[in-house]
Structures are given as structure tokens and as C-alpha cells.
């Protein structure tokens, strides 16, 4: 895996133990990536792939029951070997790992009349 994503000019950084990323360190990661790899393969609900896809960045992950309610089924993977090879794909042609769900979509159209409303107050 680590030879796949050297070959395609990926970066990857590490942050010692005990020490993370500051909010500011963590958006502008974000803002520059181009795609987040989740590979964990039991997880119920993961804030980083909320994180990352709230700040458009695509997600490729393994199957799990938390990552299934969260990115597009063609966007994991059952195992590493497989996950190499959506990887691959992805690096070839890549697409949107997830769909916003209507319950997602409702919210944020109210949210959107509320910012509305409070600024026409």
C-alpha cells in the first residue's frame, strides 16, 4: 500500500505519539488533500470521514457497518488486497465517494433558511 501511494505522489505524515494537529493544522491538511483513506475495518461511526467529507474531500474506506451509512458502497473495500485495488482504480479515474442522504440534504436546507432568516433581522 505504501509503495502504491508513494508512486502517485502521496504524501503521508505522521504526528508523534500524545501530540495531534491543531484545528488550523487539521483544516488546511484537509483543505489540501485530495482524498482520505479510512482503513479500519471495525469502526460504528468515524469523525474523521464526517470531518473529511464535510470539507469535500472524497473518502475511500472498508467495509464496516459504520462506514456503510456514511460513503458509497463502490468507495470501500472488504480487505487490503481489495482496498489496494479500489485505490488504484481511484487514482485512475476517480469519483464521488459519497451521496447526501435526504436527512442530510433537510438539514442543511434548514440551516440554510435559518442563517436566511438571521440575517435579514
Not at 505522489?9 to 508523534?16: K, L, P, Q, S, Y
Not at 479500519?40 to 469523525?47: A, L, P
Not at 464535510?54 to 451509512?69: A, D, I, K, Q
Request: with cysteine; glycine share 8%.
Amino acid at each position: 500500500m505504501a509503495a502504491l501511494l508513494e508512486e502517485n505522489g502521496v504524501i503521508c505524515e505522521h504526528i508523534g505519539a500524545g501530540s495531534g494537529p491543531s484545528d488550523e493544522e487539521l483544516l488546511a491538511g484537509l483543505s489540501a488533500a485530495d482524498l482520505m483513506m479510512a482503513p479500519y475495518n471495525s469502526v460504528t461511526e468515524s469523525g474523521s470521514i464526517h470531518l473529511a467529507l464535510s470539507t469535500n474531500v472524497p473518502v475511500l474506506g472498508y467495509e464496516s457497518e459504520g462506514v456503510r451509512h456514511i460513503i458509497n458502497a463502490d468507495s470501500m473495500a472488504p480487505n487490503a488486497e481489495r482496498f489496494g485495488k479500489l485505490l488504484s482504480r481511484y487514482f485512475e479515474k476517480p469519483w464521488p465517494t459519497f451521496t447526501p442522504q435526504a436527512i442530510n440534504l433537510h438539514q442543511k436546507c434548514k440551516m440554510d433558511w435559518f442563517r436566511i432568516l438571521n440575517e435579514s433581522i
